[in-house]
C-alpha cells in the first residue's frame, strides 16, 4: 500500500477534526495561512531574543536555567512517548512492537555501543524497518 | 556602531580578549561554518527533516506550511509539535502555548552558544541573526566543533552553519515529503520514526547531569499519564511536572555531591 492511498484510508476522524491539514480552505489564503506560520515563529523566536539578551547577564548554570533545561527535557521526552505510544498517520500503520522495540534497541546499543549517536539511530531504524516486517 | 550600543555591552562575561571594544566579527568564520554542517551531526538531522517531511504528508499537512516552518521557526520539536496539535484539530492558542513551551528550550541554548560566540564590544545585529539559527542540533554541534574556531570567527561561524544547514533540511523536507509518496508503507513509517528516534537519542546524548536523566525518564512516564487525562494539555504537564520533579531530585543530588571533598 503506498501512502497516498494510507492517507486516503485514514480514519475519517483525522480529516474531520482537523484544523489545518491539507483540504482545510485556510491554505488557499496566503495571508491567513502566512499568519498562522508567523505566529508559531514568534512564539518561538521570542525565547531566542530572550537568550541573547541573557547571553551576557546570566549565569548558565544557575538554578533557574536548570529548570527550565529540566521542563524542556522533560516535554521533549514525553513528545517522543506520545508520537510512539499514541502515533497519528503513517506511524500508527506501523505495530507497537516495532515503535517501543525500536526505540529501546536503539538506546541500548548507543549505551553498549560507545553512546554513537549517528549509528545509534540508524540502528533504530534498521530495527523498526526489521520488526515491522515480523509483526505485520 | 554607536557609542550607546558599546556602552550597553561593556559590562559583560567572556573571555578577556573580547573586551575590546574595537573588536568585530571576521566574516571568514562563515564559510568556515558552512563547511561544517558537512558532518554526521548534519546527516543526522537531514534524515530527521526527511522524517518532519514524512510526517508532515502522512498527517495530510501541506507542504509551503511545512517548508515555512522550517526557514521561520527552525526548531524540530516545535515545529512537530505545531503541525501535529494542528492537525488534530485543537485550538491555535492552545498550539501556540504548546509551541512555545517546546522553545523554551532554546533560551538556554542560545545563551550557551552566544556566551562562547559573542564579541562584547561588537555590533548585536550578528547576535540576533545567529540566534534564529541555534536549536538542539547547532548546539550539539557548537559543543562538539566550535572550539576550534578563533573567537572572531564564531559569530558568523553559527550563522554560516546555520544557513546551510537550514538549506539542506528544507531539501531534506522537500525530499521527505514526495519520497514517501512512492514508498512501501513500512519504510515510509521508518522516515516517520526518525524523528522520536533522532529525539530520545539525542537528548540522551546531551544529558550531562543527573537532572537531565531523571526529567527524561519522567517526561517519558507521566506524558501518557498525561495525555490519557488531559491530551490538550498533556506536554505542558510532563514537562512542568517532570522537569520540576527532576530539578528537586537534582537538587538535593547536586547538593549530596557539593558536600564531598
Not at chain 2, 513500512?186 to 537531565?212: C, H, N, S, W, Y
Request: aromatic share 8%; glycine share 8%; proline share 6%.
Amino acid at each position: 500500500m503506498t501512502l497516498a492511498e494510507g492517507v486516503i484510508q485514514a480514519p475519517s476522524w483525522v480529516l474531520q477534526a482537523s484544523m489545518l491539514t491539507t483540504d482545510s480552505p485556510l491554505w488557499n489564503q496566503p495571508a491567513l495561512w502566512g499568519a498562522v506560520i508567523l505566529a508559531g515563529a514568534a512564539v518561538t523566536y521570542i525565547w531566542r531574543i530572550l537568550g541573547v539578551l541573557l547571553a551576557a547577564r546570566i549565569d548558565p548554570e544557575g538554578a533557574v536555567l536548570r529548570w527550565v533545561r529540566a521542563v524542556a527535557t522533560a516535554l521533549v521526552a514525553a513528545l517522543v512517548a506520545r508520537m510512539v505510544l499514541f502515533p497519528s498517520g503513517l506511524l500508527a500503520q506501523a505495530p507497537l512492537v516495532a515503535r517501543i522495540g525500536a526505540l529501546i534497541m536503539g538506546m541500548l546499543f548507543w549505551r553498549l555501543a560507545g553512546r554513537r549517536l549517528a549509528l545509534s539511530i540508524a540502528v533504530a531504524a534498521a530495527c523498526f524497518l526489521l520488526l515491522e516486517y515480523l509483526f505485520p | 556602531m554607536t557609542s550607546e550600543q558599546r556602552q550597553n555591552n561593556a559590562s559583560t562575561m567572556g573571555d578577556p580578549s573580547a573586551d575590546d571594544p574595537s573588536a568585530d566579527y571576521d566574516w571568514q568564520g562563515l564559510v568556515r561554518g558552512m563547511r561544517t554542517a558537512f558532518t554526521v551531526p548534519g546527516l543526522v538531522m537531514a534524515m530527521s527533516f526527511l522524517g518532519f517531511g514524512a510526517l508532515v504528508r502522512a498527517i495530510a499537512f501541506p507542504l509551503k506550511g511545512a517548508v515555512a516552518m522550517d526557514i521561520l521557526m527552525w526548531a524540530l520539536p516545535g515545529q512537530v509539535v505545531y503541525v501535529d496539535t494542528l492537525s488534530r484539530g485543537l485550538a491555535l492558542l492552545l498550539a501556540l502555548l504548546a509551541v512555545t513551551l517546546t522553545a523554551v528550550r532554546l533560551m538556554p541554548m542560545v545563551v550557551l552558544v552566544l556566551a562562547r560566540a559573542r564579541l562584547p564590544g561588537a555590533r548585536r545585529w550578528p547576535e540576533y541573526l545567529a540566534a534564529h539559527f541555534i536549536a538542539a542540533t547547532l548546539w550539539v554541534m557548537s559543543e562538539m566543533y566550535m572550539e576550534g574556531v578563533p573567537r572572531r570567527q564564531r559569530v558568523p561561524w553559527v550563522i554560516g552553519l546555520g544557513l546551510t544547514l537550514m538549506s539542506g533540511m528544507v531539501l531534506s523536507t522537500f525530499a521527505g515529503y514526495h519520497l514517501t509518496a512512492h514508498m512501501p508503507t513500512p519504510l515510509a513509517a521508518m522516515l516517520v520514526f526518525f524523528t522520536p528516534a533522532f529525539f530520545i537519542l539525542a537528548l540522551l546524548d546531551g544529558a550531562r547531569e543527573r537532572a537531565d536523566w531523571a526529567a527524561i525518564v519522567l517526561g517519558a512516564l507521566i506524558g501518557p499519564i498525561a495525555h490519557l487525562s488531559w491530551p490538550e494539555i498533556d506536554l505542558l504537564l510532563a514537562g512542568i511536572i517532570g522537569g520540576s520533579l527532576a530539578m528537586l531530585f537534582t537538587h538535593r543530588g547536586s547538593r549530596a555531591q557539593g558536600e564531598r571533598p
